[in-house]
């Protein structure tokens, strides 16, 4: 880790323990995270950063564990089973939280590309680009106008429909490791979709993730995809 990521790493943690903050009194977060009351009244007022050991067990341990509970606070599932997750996706700032939690709390390579889908992916995605200081790359359902090549993934849905997704060609190189991540994980039929995009490109595959798993599917028919970790930060 360098410097530059040692530091965005203790300023995400002061930014857990902000956020955990808002609903407890120093005491009550001293006996949430096992830290002295005053360490953590210096940290949240930014007199102070913590330690890189001590950061990476706020991200790590407390902060996935956080921003699981908002996240679960924030989704509405309606009768039908349909999962309205905007309060989340149209939040930057905590989708910024959401970043060195995965980063560092799962077991995913160092990527030169994080790869999702358009449209509702593209936040999340490019909150993890940021964080790694990698490349964002989203692949859509129609062609760019102005774009010559593309990598092509086409599959038939059981409803019949074909599903097709296109990426600039330029986007991925071979070789490179990306991380495919979206916001909802279903079926897993876009998830299979942009890994056999990365495939395509003949690039390597160094994890799969979203946000919300709707129920169990969708993460087992991506762990047959690939022998990189799959994951997501909550379930419904």
């Known amino acids: 880790m360098n410097r530059a990521e040692k530091a965005a790493l203790q300023l995400r943690a002061v930014d857990v323990l902000r956020m955990l903050k808002e609903t407890r009194t120093y005491e009550e977060l001293a006996e949430t995270t096992g830290l002295p009351a005053g360490d953590l009244n210096r940290y949240v007022n930014g007199h102070v950063l913590p330690g890189t050991d001590r950061a990476r067990e706020v991200v790590e341990e407390l902060g996935r564990e956080a ?28 989708l ?16 030169d590309v994080v790869l999702t889908a358009a449209t509702d992916g593209i936040t999340l995605a490019a ?24 990598i092509e993934a086409r599959e038939r849905l059981q409803s019949g429909i074909e599903l097709t997704y296109y990426l600039p060609a330029g986007a991925i190189d071979a070789g490179e490791s990306v991380l495919v991540v979206d916001d909802l994980i279903r079926s897993g039929e876009t998830q299979e979709l942009l890994l056999d995009i990365v495939d395509a490109a003949d690039a390597e595959v160094a994890g799969v993730f979203a946000l919300i798993a709707a129920g169990d599917d969708g993460i087992e028919r991506a762990r047959e ?7 997501s930060l909550t379930s419904v």
């Open 67 to 94: 921003l699981a509970g908002e996240l679960d606070a924030r989704i509405r599932v309606d009768d039908e089973g349909y999962v309205d997750n905007s309060e989340t996706v149209f939040d930057q700032s905590f």
């Open 96 to 111: 910024d939280l959401v970043a060195p939690v995965v980063a560092n709390g799962f077991d995913f390579g160092r990527p």
């Open 127 to 150: 909150s993890l680009a940021s964080y790694y200081g990698t490349r964002c790359a989203y692949a859509k359902k129609s062609k760019e106008t102005a774009v010559e090549e593309f």
């Open 225 to 231: 995809q690939t022998d990189a970790p799959v994951g």
